[in-house]
């Protein structure tokens, strides 16, 4: 299986700061990475897909990016919403694996 | 608006079967992977598996000998059947829409909210 390490596990943050959290891959995923944000009781919302497109009717505040085998998630400004745990996900390889997961709690 | 609504049972009891639907309304269930992924209780998330409108399926192999992912194109629905179930099968259960993309690249845009299946006797 192929498996996606998120750092940081938790990350506590402000209202306007810059944030980035990691998805390392453990083998070659060819940008096969997506991710999603889930607020506590509700189902996870798909925000960037392919490493780095923008899913439809997300705030543009919210960026992906890839160098190899390690993804990046980049929020530019946190908002109140933001703080939630966020997952990545990678289609390249049976079975589709997530992340443990991200907690962005407030500071 | 695509909606996803996950129904079935709360409670089953260990060693029984889980069975649970998804209805879709509000598009087609033609060309996309239709979905089961389970949360358990604070944990993250884990994907079952999927079908192809068509019927073709693709499982986790850690479930494969264990679970049954079926589709009703006539009624726009597909279904989950888990045998054998233990307390690890506590879950949340979501269904969800793959949208395929290019090769191997598939996302999930669409999302039940979930149905809670605790076993226990």
């Known amino acids: 299986d192929i498996q996606l390490t998120q750092s940081p596990s938790s990350l506590s943050a402000s209202v306007g700061d810059r944030v980035t959290i990691s998805c390392r891959a453990s083998?070659?995923?060819?940008?096969?990475l997506n991710w999603y944000q889930q607020r506590p009781g509700k189902a996870p919302k798909l925000l960037i897909y392919?490493?780095?497109g923008l899913q439809s009717g997300v705030p543009s505040r919210f960026s992906g990016s890839e160098s190899g085998t390690e993804f990046t998630l980049t929020i530019s400004s946190l908002q109140p919403e933001d703080f939630a745990t966020y997952y990545c996900?990678?289609?390249?390889?049976?079975?589709?694996?997530f992340g443990q997961g991200t907690k962005l709690e407030i500071k | 608006q695509v909606r996803l609504q996950e129904s079935g049972p709360g409670l089953v009891k260990p060693s029984e079967t889980l069975s649970l639907t998804c209805t879709v309304s509000?598009?087609?269930?033609?060309?996309?992977?239709w979905t089961w992924i389970r949360q358990p209780p604070g944990k993250g998330l884990e994907w079952i598996g999927h079908?192809?409108?068509?019927?073709?399926?693709n499982y986790n192999p850690s479930l494969k000998s264990r679970i049954t992912i079926s589709v009703d194109t006539s009624k726009i629905q597909f279904s989950l059947r888990m045998t054998s179930v233990t307390a690890a099968d506590t879950a949340v259960y979501y269904c969800?829409?793959?949208?395929?993309?290019?090769?191997?690249?598939?996302?999930?845009?669409?999302w039940g909210r979930g149905t809670l299946v605790t076993v226990s006797s």
């Open positions: 969800a829409r793959a949208s395929p993309s290019g090769g191997w690249l598939y996302y999930f845009d669409y």
């Open positions: 509000g598009g087609s269930i033609s060309s996309h992977y």
């Open positions: 079908i192809y409108y068509s019927g073709s399926t």
């Open positions: 083998e070659d995923i060819r940008s096969c």
């Open positions: 392919a490493a780095s």
């Open positions: 996900h990678q289609s390249y390889s049976t079975p589709q694996t």
